[in-house]
């Protein structure tokens, strides 16, 4: 596993997991050419108006990928204030992607790294070095939709 993923996921209890709860291996986050985080909740107007947009382009980039999701992954990092809110969010969103399950002590260290001062908020990371590569992918994603990796 990259290095920069076990220090951006360190807490031994920490578990990456789908929408369905189940848990997925933090490997998933690896040999990405970049990986998003994406800090939204379900009681933010503007994170529901924008979420669906994130949905579409991550699909889309997926499938010019061939399924094979070399390319990008996305973490969301909820703010809602209970797991049934998170799930029910991604849920009824169709989030594809993997999250930290409410009350991860691993949202408060990156809200803390990353200074997530309002929601939604979309960081692009390489994917190899875990470096910051933009803090505007929400703008970047509603301007360019899934040509978005192309003006990172």
Not at 45 to 52: A, G, I, L, S
């Amino acid at each position: 596993m990259a290095e920069w993923v076990s220090e951006l996921i360190d807490n031994a209890d920490s578990k990456l997991v789908n929408a369905q709860q189940q848990a997925v291996d933090k490997t998933v986050l690896t040999n990405k050419r970049f990986v998003a985080l994406y800090f939204s909740a379900h009681w933010c107007p503007p994170c529901k108006q924008f979420t669906p947009t994130l949905v579409r382009a991550y699909n889309s980039i997926r499938e010019a990928d061939g399924n094979n999701n070399n390319t990008l992954e996305i973490v969301f990092v909820t703010s809602d204030r209970s797991s049934d809110q998170q799930f029910e969010y991604m849920t009824d969103t169709g989030m594809p992607w993997v999250t930290l399950p409410h009350g991860d002590p691993s949202i408060a260290k990156l809200k803390a790294k990353y200074e997530v001062r309002s929601i939604p908020t979309l960081i692009f990371l390489d994917g190899a070095t875990g470096q910051v590569v933009s803090r505007n992918g929400r703008d970047l994603v509603t301007q360019h939709g899934a040509n978005v990796l192309a003006h990172l």
